[in-house]
Nanobody
């Protein structure tokens, strides 16, 4: 059974930083691509960052240069380092594992950036 548990969200001022963590069980990061998504109030969920099973990464344009996705395959953890945060980054952030018909989702962690 796949389980993803996010942590690290919170309230931060604009320009600040946060590090989100995703603890994964039931999957192997070396064989599964992983994503971070976010959903702001009234908006669709959007893909923020992706790390492939080989470790290559991609980002949505709005976070390039500010966010970094990484993983620790020994600990089965995925991270999202977020710097220079902006109020428009406010959202619930979700960890997602690719695989199966719809993939697997965590419960989400709230990130709020105040101006």
């Amino acid at each position: 059974q796949v389980q993803l548990v996010e942590s690290g969200g919170g309230l931060v001022q604009a320009g600040g930083s946060l590090r989100l963590s995703c603890a994964a069980s039931g999957i192997i990061l070396r064989t599964n691509g992983m994503d971070w998504y976010r959903q702001a109030p009234g908006k669709q969920r959007e893909l923020v960052a992706y790390i492939s099973s080989f470790g290559s990464t991609t980002y949505v344009d709005s976070v390039k240069g500010r966010f970094t996705i990484s993983r620790d395959t020994a600990k089965n953890m995925v991270y999202l380092e977020m710097n220079s945060l902006k109020p428009e980054d406010t959202a619930v952030y979700y960890c997602h594992a690719r695989g199966g018909p719809l993939g697997y989702w965590g419960q989400g962690t709230q990130v709020t950036v105040s101006s």
